[in-house]
Each structure stands twice: as C-alpha cells, then as structure tokens.
C-alpha cells in the first residue's frame, strides 16, 4: 500500500462527495487538500525512503482519511470532534516523521529543511481542523477558523514541499532568501491574523517577495511548465491577499472574503496545487543529501561530565599532544613550512601554558549569563562570564579506544582555577582522501562532536568548521540520531616569536558571532609572568 495509491482512488471518493456532500462547495478546497493531495505529496517526499515510517504510515491514513470522509457527506453530529481528532493525530504522525528526518540531518540541507517544515505544520491545519470540528472558541469566527485550517494545507505544507523539491535542482542566494521566507511566513500570517492587521499586511508583503522569487528561480531552474505555472499562478493569487490585506488595515474593502473564497481559493486548490503535484510526479528529483558516516565517539555522561567521565575509561599509554605526529594532515598543509612551533604544539601539548581571554558578544552576554549557571554545573564547555585574563591549565589522558570506538583516542582536560572547563576527546578520520580533526564534548545522555578541517595560511594553521561543502561542521549526536548544529568555529593560530603562539577562536550561531576567546600560548621552558 501506498500513498499514490490512496490518493488516486481518494479523487473518485472526492467526486461523489462533490455530488452527494450537504455542504457548501467552497468546503471541498480542504476535502481536496486533505484527501488528495497530502498523500500524493506524502508519495513524493517519501519514494526514496525506505524506513520503517514510510512502510507503515499508509496504514495509519486509512482511518484518518475514513474519518475525513465521513464528516464530509454528513451533518454535524456528536462524533465530528472524534473524528477530527482521528485526522489530527494521523498529521501528528506526519509531523513526527518530518522531525525525525530533520535530527537524521540537522541545519544543512536547506531544501530538505524546507521539507521538513512542511511535514510538521500540516499537524497545526489539522489542530485548526479540529477547532472547527469541535467549534472551539479560537478568537475567530467558524469561517476564519476553517480558512486557516486551509492555510496550513497549502501556504505552510504544499509550498514548502514544492520549494523543497525545487532546491534539489537549483539552489542560489535568492533560493536561500525566497526559502526562509516560505518558513517563516505562515507563523507570520498567523500572527498578523491574531494581534495586528498592519502584521498582517507587512506578512502578505514578505511573502510577496518570496513567492515572485520562486516564481523567478522555476524559468531559471530546469523544471516542467507545470511546476512554472504553479509557482505563477501562486504569483497572481497573493496579490489579491495583498488586496485583501490592504482592506483590513485602511477599510477600504475592494476584495470581498466571497471573491477570496471563489478566485483565491480555486487557484490556489487547482492551479497551484493541482499543477505542481502533477508536475513534480513527472519529474521527481531526489535528495543530494548523504548519510554522515565519520566515526563517532560513544562515550555520553550523565548529569556531571567533569573528569568524572574518565573513569574506567582510561587505560596506560602515554600520549605527550593532540596529535601523534602533524604529518598525517599531510596534503592540507605542509609540515616543511608550517611554524615548527605550532607542529610542536600540537604534538607535545603538555609542554605548553595557556592564557585565555573569552569574550562574549554582547547581545549573546543574558543567554552566556544563565548558560554559566548551567556549565558549573555539568562541569563541561564551562567558560568564564568574565573577559579577564586567566591561565587554563591542562593533562591528557589516553582514553581506551573500545570505550570511545574511535582511535588513538586522548582527553585533553582544561581547567581554570581547578574548575574543569572542558573535556574533550581528540582524534582523528579521513574521509574521500581528506584528514579531518575529530573532537568530541561528552555531554549529559549526548555528544557534541567537532570535525574540522585543517588549512595552512603560509607558517599559520587554522582548523575549521565553516566549509558548507564536506562534512566538517559541529553536531550533536543523541540515540541513534547524528545531528549539525547551526554553530560553527573557527581556530586561528600563529606564531609570534619562538616558542610564543597566538590563537584566536571565534564562533557564530545561526552565522551570528557570539563568542570569541584570545589564547596566548607559551613553551614552559620559557619565563613568563602573566
């Protein structure tokens, strides 16, 4: 059984509800919604999946869809809130799924993301269908409790899928742009629906310039005429929810909620979603996206990580650095002309000081303030709140390869003022020929892993995190789920002087920077008073 298949046989139930349904026929643009074109859009997201999810969801339709249709060629009677919430958890279903996809992956992949968020918001049309079903007091009349419900069938599940599907074959800065957009608009509808009518205006306004963009990136993109004209005819429907907009602010009311009903909703339940769903049936694309396979550590704490997380997990050899020897990131820089001081670092890293000065951005210091409350705590990524200067000193310990599951594991343990400040486990994967730092952060039933990649900038190194092409990149890995954060960093080292380094390390969150901290590094043979 197969979504396809329920949604073909649902257009000839759809047709005799059109014919013998009591109720009026603007009714049927949600019917259509729920009925057809949720599986068939359900049949393309999921073609390729071979989980158990998509194995078993058809069955789980059956009596959403029975429960759909029943309400449809009856009255109102006892049982309407039953079944609607029949097809409400059957959308919760939907909703688990998406979000399942989205930790498979995390905050790459901007077009499966989109995806995703489609899958999740059709379970908030079927809250909006129970409301109606139910008539819950929602603020809103029957009328535009119903028409929200619709909302959240097309705007937020349709056109995110569609644009999803459309950035598996052309992705630009304008795609980025029109893609956030289509995120963040339906909330931005709703709530402009709720507070303000000048929200709502200024919502229909960014959706504008979402939809025109995508309406431009489908003759860019190498797609169908049907899918071309799905996106235009979504152009013209949204300048009449700007019309309609414009009425509610001023009062000058030009476009009735009857032509909004008639023209709006028709285009909107038959151009664009009719047409695109066809159009992307006859030219699927699949997913570029790939299954992270790097290697992983599998030691998780508990509710103190601290050096605690060591024990029993340490065994007797002795490792002096970070790194064994420099020359197996061979390639990505060269050890004949990086500063023999920084290949010394990391090779014998027990044999230098550290100073760190951490900055917290500004706007970033109340989230830093309450996360310190936190990281004491738990003993791990425990940094100062203040910028002072202090010494942060550190041993490594070998960590038993069969207790991490990776190689040639070491902890390198941090501490300011005999307060653990990080424990981090170091080691090392290739991947498609490319050497890659492996660190991982245990955390309480988690894991935060940092690959990064190293680059020579004459005799400086820098390791990142921020190259959106490979796997490099910072996760957190929970369960059975491998999942990129939208952080990134940045380690920047160079030498000053012989046996004096410099390192900058900076971090962004959603590409916002919000923490950098300034480390100098002395050998200890070196006198240095700080």
Not at 16 to 35: K, R, S
Not at 163 to 170: F, K, M, P
């Given at each position: 059984?197969?979504?396809?298949?329920?949604?073909?046989?649902?257009?000839?139930?759809?047709?005799?509800?059109?014919?013998?349904?009591?109720?009026?026929?603007?009714?049927?643009?949600?019917?259509?919604?729920?009925?057809?074109?949720?599986?068939?859009?359900?049949?393309?997201?999921?073609?390729?999946?071979?989980?158990?999810?998509?194995?078993?969801?058809?069955?789980?339709?059956?009596?959403?869809?029975?429960?759909?249709?029943?309400?449809?060629?009856?009255?109102?009677?006892?049982?309407?809130?039953?079944?609607?919430?029949?097809?409400?958890?059957?959308?919760?279903?939907?909703?688990?799924?998406?979000?399942?996809?989205?930790?498979?992956?995390?905050?790459?992949?901007?077009?499966?993301?989109?995806?995703?968020?489609?899958?999740?918001?059709?379970?908030?049309?079927?809250?909006?269908?129970?409301?109606?079903?139910?008539?819950?007091?929602?603020?809103?009349?029957?009328?535009?409790?119903?028409?929200?419900?619709?909302?959240?069938?097309?705007?937020?599940?349709?056109?995110?899928?569609?644009?999803?599907?459309?950035?598996?074959?052309?992705?630009?800065?304008?795609?980025?742009l029109a893609g956030i957009i289509v995120i963040v608009s339906p909330i931005i509808v709703a709530l402009g629906i709720t507070f303000s009518t000048s929200?709502?205006?200024?919502?229909?306004?960014?959706?504008?310039?979402?939809?025109?963009?995508?309406?431009?990136?489908?003759?860019?993109?190498?797609?169908?005429?049907?899918?071309?004209?799905?996106?235009?005819?979504?152009?013209?429907?949204?300048?009449?929810?700007?019309?309609?907009?414009?009425?509610?602010?001023?009062?000058?009311?030009?476009?009735?909620?009857?032509?909004?009903?008639?023209?709006?909703?028709?285009?909107?339940?038959?151009?664009?979603?009719?047409?695109?769903?066809?159009?992307?049936?006859?030219?699927?694309?699949?997913?570029?996206?790939?299954?992270?396979?790097?290697?992983?550590?599998?030691?998780?704490?508990?509710?103190?990580?601290?050096?605690?997380?060591?024990?029993?997990?340490?065994?007797?050899?002795?490792?002096?650095?970070?790194?064994?020897?420099?020359?197996?990131?061979?390639?990505?820089?060269?050890?004949?002309?990086?500063?023999?001081?920084?290949?010394?670092?990391?090779?014998?890293?027990?044999?230098?000081?550290?100073?760190?000065?951490?900055?917290?951005?500004?706007?970033?210091?109340?989230?830093?303030a309450v996360y310190r409350l936190i990281s004491r705590y738990v003993r791990q990524v425990n940094l100062p709140f203040s910028s002072k200067k202090v010494?942060?000193?550190?041993?490594?310990?070998?960590?038993?390869?069969?207790?991490?599951?990776?190689?040639?594991?070491?902890?390198?343990?941090?501490?300011?003022?005999?307060?653990?400040?990080?424990?981090?486990?170091?080691?090392?994967?290739?991947?498609?020929?490319?050497?890659?730092?492996?660190?991982?952060?245990?955390?309480?039933?988690?894991?935060?892993?940092?690959?990064?990649?190293?680059?020579?900038?004459?005799?400086?190194?820098?390791?990142?995190?921020?190259?959106?092409?490979?796997?490099?990149?910072?996760?957190?890995?929970?369960?059975?789920?491998?999942?990129?954060?939208?952080?990134?960093?940045?380690?920047?080292?160079?030498?000053?002087?012989?046996?004096?380094?410099?390192?900058?390390?900076?971090?962004?969150?959603?590409?916002?920077?919000?923490?950098?901290?300034?480390?100098?590094?002395?050998?200890?043979?070196?006198?240095?008073?700080?």
């Amino acid at each position: 059984m197969t979504f396809r298949n329920i949604g073909l046989c649902n257009i000839l139930i759809v047709l005799v509800i059109a014919i013998i349904g009591p109720h009026p026929w603007y009714f049927m643009m949600l019917t259509v919604a729920q009925l057809i074109y949720l599986p068939l859009t359900l049949h393309l997201v999921m073609e390729s999946d071979n989980g158990y999810i998509p194995r078993y969801l058809p069955y789980l339709a059956i009596p959403a869809f029975a429960a759909v249709i029943f309400l449809e060629i009856t009255n109102d009677t006892a049982g309407d809130t039953i079944f609607a919430v029949i097809y409400f958890l059957f959308t919760l279903f939907i909703a688990g799924y998406g979000f399942s996809r989205f930790l498979h992956r995390g905050f790459i992949h901007l077009e499966e993301f989109l995806i995703d968020i489609g899958l999740i918001y059709i379970a908030i049309g079927g809250g909006w269908f129970v409301a109606y079903e139910a008539n819950i007091d929602t603020g809103f009349s029957p009328m535009m409790t119903w028409l929200t419900g619709i909302h959240f069938h097309y705007s937020a599940f349709l056109l995110p899928v569609f644009t999803g599907l459309l950035g598996r074959l052309y992705k630009s800065a304008l795609y980025r742009l029109a893609g956030i957009i289509v995120i963040v608009s339906p909330i931005i509808v709703a709530l402009g629906i709720t507070f303000s009518t000048s929200l709502e205006l200024l919502s229909v306004i960014i959706y504008i310039i979402g939809i025109y963009g995508l309406v431009y990136i489908s003759f860019k993109a190498s797609i169908n005429w049907l899918n071309r004209a799905s996106y235009a005819a979504l152009g013209v429907a949204i300048i009449f929810s700007l019309v309609y907009a414009f009425g509610n602010v001023t009062g000058l009311y030009t476009v009735t909620i009857n032509f909004m009903l008639l023209f709006h909703g028709v285009t909107n339940s038959i151009l664009f979603a009719a047409a695109g769903i066809i159009g992307w049936y006859a030219q699927l694309p699949f997913t570029r996206m790939q299954r992270l396979s790097f290697p992983v550590s599998r030691i998780r704490g508990k509710g103190v990580i601290g050096e605690a997380i060591l024990a029993d997990r340490t065994d007797h050899k002795t490792y002096k650095g970070l790194v064994d020897d420099m020359s197996v990131y061979e390639g990505d820089i060269n050890t004949d002309t990086l500063s023999p001081d920084i290949i010394d670092f990391y090779e014998n890293t027990n044999r230098y000081r550290l100073f760190a000065e951490v900055k917290w951005r500004a706007w970033f210091k109340p989230f830093a303030a309450v996360y310190r409350l936190i990281s004491r705590y738990v003993r791990q990524v425990n940094l100062p709140f203040s910028s002072k200067k202090v010494e942060m000193s550190g041993n490594i310990f070998s960590v038993k390869d069969d207790a991490d599951g990776r190689n040639e594991v070491r902890a390198w343990v941090r501490k300011i003022n005999k307060e653990t400040t990080f424990v981090a486990l170091y080691s090392s994967h290739e991947e498609l020929g490319r050497s890659y730092m492996n660190i991982a952060l245990p955390l309480p039933y988690a894991s935060m892993v940092g690959v990064l990649e190293l680059t020579q900038y004459e005799e400086a190194l820098q390791l990142s995190s921020t190259n959106k092409v490979n796997n490099s990149g910072i996760y957190l890995t929970f369960g059975k789920y491998l999942f990129r954060l939208p952080i990134e960093e940045q380690f920047y080292v160079k030498e000053v002087e012989t046996g004096i380094l410099r390192a900058q390390h900076n971090m962004w969150i959603f590409s916002l920077p919000f923490l950098k901290i300034n480390y100098d590094i002395y050998h200890q043979d070196l006198v240095k008073h700080q």
